[in-house]
């Protein structure tokens, strides 16, 4: 029986095959635009600190208040 909180079961599964986390999956999953390709945004290097600040709070880092810059680039790319 699907799940009611995943919009694309297919691209869910196809996740878990791959070993992603049930998390990580359903995030991904859940976003409308996660297949398209834009290459537009910058590298995580050009971002402010509270940019990535803010962007770290969307995805739910914690401890991100007392992270470096660098701590909280690592955070987001392992997230």
């Known amino acids: 029986m ?8 297919d691209k869910y599964k196809a996740l878990l095959d791959k070993g ?5 999956s359903a995030r991904i999953a859940n976003t409308p635009d996660s297949g398209s390709k834009g290459g537009k945004a910058k ?9 990535l600040y803010k962007q770290a709070k969307n995805v739910g880092i914690k401890g ?11 955070a ?3 997230n």
Not at 2 to 9: V, Y
Not at 20 to 24: G, L, T
Not at 64 to 74: D, F, T, V
């Open 43 to 51: 590298k995580y290097e050009e971002w402010t600190k509270e940019e």
């Open 2 to 9: 699907p799940s009611s909180r995943i919009k694309d079961e």
């Open 76 to 78: 987001l790319r392992n």
């Open 20 to 24: 992603y986390s049930k998390q990580k």
């Open 64 to 74: 991100r208040s007392k992270m470096s810059k660098q701590k909280i680039i690592e």
